[in-house]
């Protein structure tokens, strides 16, 4: 499990296909600290610590998370930077909301508008993901935690403060680009008790 509080930005070094594609991530971390099998979230995704150097670590990602996270959309090509995030042990601050680092699917920015010193970002979800997002509530987008702003139809925006603009790789965003979306664990659950509770009458 994960809060969606960045804790690194890593970069993409290497990319092969052997079976699924692997790929080697350096970062800031200490690795001696991160044992082999260690979850890491990259821009949302868990993955696995598969080997491990100074300042890398390489991970296996199967077609299966290809095809659902924003990997098959833009690729990760190297000199890429993801947002990194070690997985929660029990006493840490919950900053953020609890992410599972299961990506549901992608969404794709349709408009950045300044606002102030924060961007706002307007985004289009999935329609059969929309249902899950509410105003108030919240999203993990590239593994970040973000607070929705406004929801219609299929669209929802957000806010980056300058602060999460400069710790994460939102700054590097631009119109179009696909990202990495888990709606909220217990939006997903109130929605289910909902069907089932509309199916009892």
């Known amino acids: 499990m994960f809060t969606g509080i960045v804790t690194d930005i890593g970069l993409v070094r290497n990319v092969e296909m052997r079976g699924d594609m692997r790929a080697r991530i350096g970062c800031n971390y200490d690795m001696s600290g991160v044992d082999i099998g260690a979850s890491i979230a990259c821009d949302g995704i868990c993955l696995t610590v598969i080997a491990k ?8 990602i199967s077609a299966e ?14 000199g890429r930077r993801l947002n990194l995030e070690r997985a929660l042990k029990v006493g840490d601050e919950l900053g953020g909301h609890i992410v599972s680092g299961h990506v549901d699917g992608v969404a794709e920015i349709e408009e950045l508008r300044d606002e102030g010193d924060s961007l706002r970002v307007t985004f289009a ?39 999460t603009q400069q710790v994460t790789n939102w700054g590097d965003i631009a119109v179009g680009d696909m990202v990495n979306l888990e709606i909220d664990t217990l939006a997903r659950y109130v929605a289910r008790l909902a069907e089932t509770d509309a199916a009892k009458v």
């Open 53 to 60: 150097g100074e300042d890398w670590f390489d991970v296996d």
């Open 65 to 78: 998370t290809i095809s659902k996270t924003n990997i098959g959309a833009n690729g990760w090509q190297v």
């Open 125 to 163: 979800a999935p329609a059969a993901l929309a249902r899950f997002i509410a105003p108030k509530g919240s999203v993990a987008l590239n593994g970040t935690s973000l607070t929705v702003n406004e929801v219609q139809d299929n669209r929802f925006g957000v806010n980056l403060i300058p602060h």
